[in-house]
């Protein structure tokens, strides 16, 4: 092998692109991470912050009569479970949860859509619902205890009212989002205005909805314990409200972690739907 061949082959590896795959760092802006890393951080994350609370109460660096460790709330709740009915309690949160929710979206959704379509339903609602934003919904504890009485419909209409109007304002946001190229174009193929609602912005707009659906969720969940505080005998709410007024910190802390247990699980059931509806664009969704 001559001299100048060498010379040429050692230019051709160099020219050569690097086939060694990058290794992976942990921190890459906007960047996605294997599976097995996001499980190991989002235990991990639990671990520690279980792990110093319990140090701290073993330490005596927090009076446990109002800080119980966590095995003390966890054996709390067992027994709860186990013993009082606790079941019971956490089913009919859900439920109060879901309905009211669910009322809520009935209305929310067709109304933000057209508020964010036509210019003429948003100067119609749009006063009306922006000033109902700024009402805090615990305000409304009184009249609602003299419209509905002490039964169901007190607190579901807390928690819908609580919910409906920013979920509104979210959804005709992101409906006015929709790129007007895709509805110029399908107004220039002779599409009316409901064929381009139906076909167009609602498909466009359908990911960004469930996304509003799934914040709205969590915060119609902060409502929950307001609601059920005001002359209510079941619920999660009602459950802490009695450990407060025994002084049962541990039966506070046991309903406040399936709070947020459930909302964990309702969250999850949210991200897996819109991985499975819109799998188009769920690649980077957290």
Known sequence: MGAGQRVVEREELAQAPNTKPRRQRWFEY?????????????????????????????????DTLFMPP??????????????????????????????SFAMACAIAIPLGV????????????????????????????????????????????????????????LIMDHTRAVRAELIETAMTLGANRWQILSTIVLPAVAPKILVSMRQMLAVSWTYLVIAEIVAATTGIGA??????????????????????????????????????????????QR
């Open 30 to 62: 906007q960047k996605p991470i294997p599976v097995v890393w996001s499980l190991l951080l989002g235990i991990s994350v639990w671990v520690l912050f279980f792990g110093m609370w319990e140090l701290a109460a073993a330490r005596g660096w927090i």
């Open 70 to 99: 966590p095995h003390q709330v966890l054996a709390t709740l067992y027994t709860m479970i186990a013993e009082r009915g606790f079941l019971s309690d956490i089913g009919i949160s859900i439920y109060r949860i879901l309905l």
């Open 114 to 169: 057209l508020m964010g379509s036509f210019r003429t339903v948003d100067a119609f609602f749009n006063p009306f619902v922006s000033a109902w934003r700024y009402l805090p919904a615990p305000a409304f504890i009184p009249l609602l205890l003299m419209w509905f009485g002490v039964g169901e419909g007190s607190k579901l209409a807390l928690l819908f009212i609580g919910v409906i109007f920013f979920l509104i304002t």
């Open 239 to 284: 459950v802490m409200m009695r450990g407060q007024r025994f002084l049962k910190v541990d039966e506070i802390m046991a309903g406040i972690l399936v709070i947020g247990m459930v909302g964990l699980f309702f969250d999850f059931l949210f991200r897996l739907a819109y991985r499975v509806l819109f799998p188009f664009v769920a690649n980077g």
